[in-house]
């Protein structure tokens, strides 16, 4: 029985160099405040302000470190309170995603694309994959057994690469839905 550690992967934003300068100052840099899970991820001291059409989300979380191009991940109920489409897509496919503005201490950001709600996967180092019997890019379901709401989630995909640790990432309204709360594990099924 293959079994994975499931992390809940509350909303946050990755930024760009250029919108870390407007967002926080000229010579700004992300201030690192703790490691995640993922070697080299680490959340940020900063946070920014999401607006949307409908409402604004204050103190989000800004993990590092710099991107290509900024890009913010919210719930779905997230979505629908800031009033943005958000797309499910795998994390850096923003093309044609929701837009919204950010806001910080020195300025703001106009996202025209960027805001995502992110598809739930399995980060695993190639040995893990192999160890699993999946590979890059396949399609597994997970069960997760809590108390009084075991769930079995689909249409999660394997991301393998070796900088990654094991571990599946799921948003605040899966891990609700499926009490997965503290430590907890998934059964990948094939």
Same mark, same amino acid.
């Given at each position: 029985?293959?079994?994975?550690?499931?992390?809940?992967?509350?909303?946050?934003?990755?930024?760009?160099? !250029?919108?870390?300068?407007?967002?926080?100052?000229?010579?700004?840099?992300?201030?690192?405040?703790?490691?995640?899970?993922?070697?080299?991820? %680490? &959340?940020?001291?900063?946070?920014?302000?999401?607006?949307?059409?409908?409402?604004?989300?204050?103190?989000?979380?800004?993990?590092?470190?710099?991107?290509?191009?900024?890009?913010?991940?919210?719930?779905?109920?997230? &979505?629908?309170?800031? @009033?943005?489409?958000?797309?499910?897509?795998?994390?850096?496919?923003?093309?044609?995603?929701?837009?919204?503005?950010?806001?910080?201490?020195? @300025?703001?950001? !106009?996202?025209?694309?960027?805001?995502?709600?992110?598809?739930?996967?399995?980060?695993?180092?190639?040995?893990? &994959?192999?160890?699993?019997?999946?590979?890059?890019?396949?399609?597994? $379901?997970?069960?997760?057994?809590?108390? @009084?709401? $075991?769930?079995? %989630?689909?249409?999660?995909?394997?991301?393998?690469?070796?900088? %990654?640790?094991?571990?599946?990432?799921?948003?605040?309204?899966? $891990?609700? &839905?499926?009490?997965? %709360?503290?430590?907890?594990?998934?059964?990948?099924?094939?």
């Amino acid at each position: 029985m293959a079994k994975v550690l499931v992390e809940t992967s509350a909303r946050h934003v990755h930024l760009s160099a !250029e919108d870390i300068k407007t967002l926080f100052g000229e010579g700004a840099t992300l201030t690192h405040k703790k490691d995640l899970s993922q070697p080299g991820q %680490f &959340a940020c001291e900063e946070r920014v302000t999401v607006v949307g059409p409908k409402k604004s989300i204050p103190n989000v979380i800004i993990l590092g470190p710099a991107r290509p191009a900024s890009q913010v991940e919210v719930s779905l109920t997230d &979505a629908r309170t800031l @009033g943005v489409a958000a797309p499910v897509r795998e994390s850096g496919d923003i093309a044609g995603s929701g837009a919204c503005k950010l806001v910080g201490p020195c @300025g703001e950001v !106009e996202l025209s694309e960027g805001v995502i709600a992110a598809k739930r996967h399995i980060h695993l180092t190639p040995a893990d &994959a192999e160890e699993f019997g999946v590979a890059d890019k396949e399609i597994v $379901s997970v069960k997760i057994d809590s108390n @009084g709401r $075991s769930t079995v %989630f689909g249409d999660v995909v394997v991301r393998v690469n070796p900088n %990654f640790a094991a571990a599946m990432h799921i948003d605040t309204d899966e $891990s609700n &839905a499926a009490c997965a %709360f503290g430590e907890c594990y998934g059964e990948i099924i094939k």
